[in-house]
């Protein structure tokens, strides 16, 4: 990889680094070509993250398909698959792995609820940064509080990395994509795309000049339960930071997470009232 890189930087070339945990949607592939757009090479990583996933998550379970996503990427033409093995990237094991943490961002939502998770992706983006040295980087929205949680160390860490957030791509229905919808059941799947109609809902309300933003938040969390689902958190928020917003704050943030079965669904919308 380091052999690759330089050569590609004595020809002026610019590199593009596309994180991802493999099993490859067309979500995945619209980071890569956003990759494109903004650097001469694209270098996409596939690497199942041991230390993001709790102890009674799904890490066995998580897809694995390496030979499909190898034959996506050929088509979209990505310069390099990196697919370093647990070895490369904690080279001194897992226990004694130096960690990233970021403090503050990672306290609530997807951080209250899955503790742990997000020190281990910052570790281990830290680490791809060091293995990769990209000049950009790009992260999906759908993983909100990841992408701004990634913004804030590489720019607390002084890294020379421009990060880049790529909109959410959605099935017909609304569903945000993700490897994780494969767990959903067919009669799952029928009620998964409530979770984005919540959102969009709650975003319609903000616009018609609503603020009881505690109401709008207690609906949805309601309708979601009498869809089915055991929701985690349901929010509206500051963009920028995840603050609670006041009246005046003009660009805000809807996410929720919730379980459907076996899946845990997040998705968000970034609106300006
Ligand atoms: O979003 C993901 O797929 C992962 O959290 C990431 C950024 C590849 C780190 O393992």
């Not at 996503?69 to 370093?84: G, I, M, S, Y």
């Amino acid at each position: 990889m380091r052999e690759l890189h330089e050569s590609w930087r004595h020809h002026g070339d610019h590199v593009a680094l596309v994180p991802t945990m493999g099993n490859l949607h067309a979500g995945h592939l619209s980071l890569v070509d956003l990759a494109r757009q903004h650097a001469e090479r694209v270098v996409v990583t596939v690497f199942v993250n041991p230390t993001q996933f709790g102890e009674d998550e799904d890490f066995d379970d998580y897809p694995r398909t390496l030979k499909r996503d190898t034959q996506r990427l050929k088509k979209l033409e990505a310069d390099v698959l990196f697919t370093p093995d647990v070895a490369t990237v904690y080279p001194f094991g897992i226990d004694k792995a130096t960690v990233v943490s970021v403090p503050g961002l990672t306290r609530n939502f997807c951080g209250a609820s899955r503790p742990g998770h997000f020190d281990g992706v910052t570790t281990v983006v830290a680490r791809l940064f060091a293995l990769v040295q990209p000049d950009v980087a790009v992260f999906g929205q759908k993983d909100y509080q990841q992408q701004l949680v990634i913004r804030h160390m590489t720019a607390d860490l002084s890294l020379p990395i421009r990060v880049i957030t790529a909109p959410t791509m959605r099935e017909a229905d609304g569903l945000a994509m993700s490897s994780r919808n494969q767990y959903l059941s067919e009669s799952e799947r029928a009620i998964a795309p409530q979770l984005h109609a919540s959102l969009e809902k709650i975003c319609k309300e903000l616009q018609n000049g609503k603020r009881d933003f505690d109401q709008l938040e207690n609906d949805a969390w309601a309708g979601l339960e009498a869809a089915g689902f055991v929701p985690d958190y349901v929010a509206i928020r500051r963009a920028e930071n995840l603050e609670p917003p006041d009246r005046d704050c003009d660009e805000i943030v809807v996410l929720a997470a919730a379980h459907l079965g076996k899946a845990r669904l997040i998705d968000n919308i970034v609106i300006t009232i």
